[in-house]
């Protein structure tokens, strides 16, 4: 619905260089630079990150719950895809 | 003591102090809740800026005072900042104004302050103009939003234009010891910043499409105590509970 | 195989599971939760005006940087708050509009005014400490965004309740006049912060809802009860005199028997004739009205941005 606020950000912050950036919350501006500013003031006050991103809300796809099942259960099951699947032989070192 | 540095290092921290105090006011009160918070924001800076030069101040003076003493004990004749730090706030587009030049201002002074031979003033300019760059993209990009909105924020954007100009002039003043300590490397003289910060705002007024005023007499005083009749509420307000209780600490 | 929306619900609840805004919920947990979230929200928002109204004021340069910080971190836990309401389908709009027109409550404590420096720290000490109180346990509440808001705000709420004791302490160990003035800050907002649990049990029983959704695991006199305990040795410490003349320590119960606040007080409040509820207002409502022409400059050029940008 419009909304006089503005549309919806969310934003992620990114705590350190090299580390993936984190769901943090959102809020809500007119505009990027607006946006970018109002998540700079309301999520990193302490120091929380060095690097932001926002997306407004409308442009974010997600998976729905009802999904879960068919999207993301088969997965379990492979679990040659994790590493511990896997037996390094000794002598070899870390892998 | 050296007196030029003193009053040197009053009239940065009393630019600071006063336009702080000024901003303050907006809190919990702001158009829109993000907005309270980036103005709040902004004050925090100003004020902390401001208690790092009092500090400095005060520790040049030698006579024991504290930087609450300064802020809290100097009379209006006392003070030593810039008129428009004192002005009222007006309307969101007035104070955002008055940010933009400020702020444009203090961009300049603070970057050519960072390499002062004096070690303090260098290292709280080093602090400040991180502090000052996201202010400056702030307020210029509302003067941007008002300048380019409705109708109704061009107007109200031209009226703090008409009020504001006349104390722009104030920024570049200099002063005699100013140009010697800025020879010695110390002190950024004013008037050296008028031309760049000129050019930096007046691109800034063409693009928001804002007039600058056929009458561009400038106002002056400020930098010798002599203010508006704004400086005496704002520091009766500022100043109530310490003189109330002088032997009271806080 | 179809599948019972209400069973995945409950069965979520049962094992503790955190239900995320794309969840099927029931009608009654989704008001709930709108009315609850929103008006935290609101409070935070309101709390900011008797704080705020001592920024100008405040004695130290130290002491205003402080409580600019601490004004500024209520106005962010509202805006966390009005978003994690959003997500269940309502709008800020609705929710601002609902504050202004006086239907949405807010914390009945911000209706009291400060009139000295010390309410200053009676504020931070006091209320902060209760409404820490009433929120700890809402970090692992059931709806996810409310819990998540709830951690972040706990985590910066203790530095008010820190600030405001150190106000306290100052003036308790200051000059005459300072003691003095901290005492008539205790005397007054004592029993205001005691209402903040809400009325008595016998009044407000928990439901079985708030329980089952953990919105609340304690009732409301016993964290009142839990408040007095922990705040008594704090007043204390202070050399300060609780206003309560029959507070007694109960060795049976190993606590403080305490008078209730006035009850009748508390409801007249509630109901808008507190000493502040029509300043309030009229401050949120300016503050509103005054912003709209910035609003709209900011949907305009927000909106011209996007033309161009799509152009």
């Known amino acids: ?95 | 003591m050296s007196s030029a540095l003193y009053n040197y290092t009053l009239k940065l921290a009393d630019d600071k102090l006063v336009l702080a105090q000024r901003l303050s006011a907006w809190t919990g009160h702001g158009p829109f809740l993000e907005e309270d918070l980036a103005l709040t924001n902004i004050a925090l800076d100003l004020f902390g800026t401001a208690k790092s030069l009092l500090e400095y101040a005060a520790k040049i003076e030698g006579k024991g005072r504290t930087e609450d003493d300064l802020a809290f004990f100097r009379n209006e004749r006392q003070f030593t900042n810039c008129l428009i730090c004192e002005q009222d706030n007006g309307d969101y587009a007035k104070t955002i104004l008055r940010q933009a030049f400020t702020d444009s201002f203090d961009y300049l002074l603070y970057n050519q302050l960072a390499k002062s031979k004096d070690e303090t003033l260098a290292g709280i300019a080093a602090k400040a103009i991180k502090e000052i760059t996201y202010h400056k993209r702030h307020s210029h990009s509302w003067v941007n939003r008002f300048g380019n909105g409705t109708d109704e924020s061009k107007m109200r954007l031209q009226n703090a234009m008409n009020e504001l100009w006349r104390f722009t002039g104030e920024f570049f003043e200099t002063t005699d010891d100013d140009k010697e300590l800025s020879k010695q490397g110390i002190a950024v003289d004013f008037s050296t910043l008028k031309g760049a910060w000129e050019k930096e705002i007046l691109t800034l007024l063409q693009t928001a499409n804002v007039a600058i005023p056929l009458d561009a007499y400038m106002q002056t005083g400020g930098r010798k105590g002599i203010h508006t009749e704004h400086l005496g509420f704002l520091l009766s307000e500022m100043q109530v509970l310490p003189r109330m209780l002088p032997d009271a600490k806080w | ?311």
């Not at chain 3, 109180?133 to 059931?142: E, G, I």
């Open chain 3, 1 to 311: 195989m179809s599948v019972n929306v209400e069973e995945v619900f409950e069965s979520k609840l049962a094992k503790n599971d955190i239900i995320e805004p794309k969840d099927w919920m029931p009608d009654n947990y989704r008001k709930h939760l709108i009315r609850q979230i929103s008006q935290h929200a609101h409070s935070e928002v309101v709390g900011m005006l008797p704080e705020g109204n001592w920024i100008t004021r405040a004695p130290s340069l130290r002491a205003k940087l402080v409580l600019l910080a601490k004004v500024q971190d209520e106005g962010g836990h509202g805006l966390y708050l009005y978003t994690a309401a959003e997500s269940l389908g309502i709008s800020r709009d609705e929710m601002l509009d609902a504050l202004h027109t006086g239907k949405a409550k807010y914390s009945s404590i911000f209706n009291y005014p400060t009139l000295t420096w010390a309410d200053i720290g009676a504020i931070g000490w006091l209320v902060d400490g209760a409404a820490i109180m009433n929120q700890v346990m809402l970090q692992r509440t059931s709806y996810g965004p409310y819990a998540r808001a709830m951690v972040r705000i706990c985590k910066e709420e203790s530095f008010h309740q820190r600030q405001g004791y150190e106000v306290m302490t100052k003036l308790s160990f200051g000059t005459p006049e300072q003691k003095e003035m901290a005492q008539d800050a205790l005397n007054r907002w004592w029993y205001p912060t005691l209402m903040m649990f809400g009325p008595p049990d016998v009044e407000s029983p928990n439901s079985d809802n708030a329980i089952k959704w953990r919105i609340k695991r304690e009732t409301n006199d016993q964290l009142r009860q839990r408040f007095v305990n922990q705040t008594i040795p704090q007043i204390e410490y202070l050399g300060l005199t609780c206003p309560d003349k029959s507070l007694k320590w109960n060795e049976a119960k190993k606590g403080y028997d305490f008078s209730e606040p006035n009850w009748v007080e508390f409801k007249s409040v509630i109901h808008g004739n507190g000493p502040c509820n029509k300043e309030r207002l009229v401050a949120r409502n300016k503050a509103h009205k005054d912003g709209e022409w910035v609003r709209a400059a900011a949907a305009e050029y927000g909106r011209k941005q996007n033309e161009s940008a799509a152009a």
């Open chain 1, 1 to 95: 619905m419009a909304d006089s606020q503005g549309p919806m950000w969310e934003v992620f912050v990114q705590k350190k260089a090299g580390q993936p950036f984190v769901h943090c919350g959102n809020l809500h501006a007119y505009d990027k630079e607006m946006a970018l500013q109002n998540a700079r003031d309301l999520y990193t006050r302490r120091g929380e990150g060095m690097a932001l991103w926002v997306v407004q809300s409308s442009n974010i796809v997600s998976s729905s719950p009802e999904d879960i099942g068919s999207f993301f259960e088969p997965s379990n099951d492979k679990i040659f895809r994790h590493p511990t699947f896997y037996q390094i032989p000794d002598g070899v070192g870390h892998m």
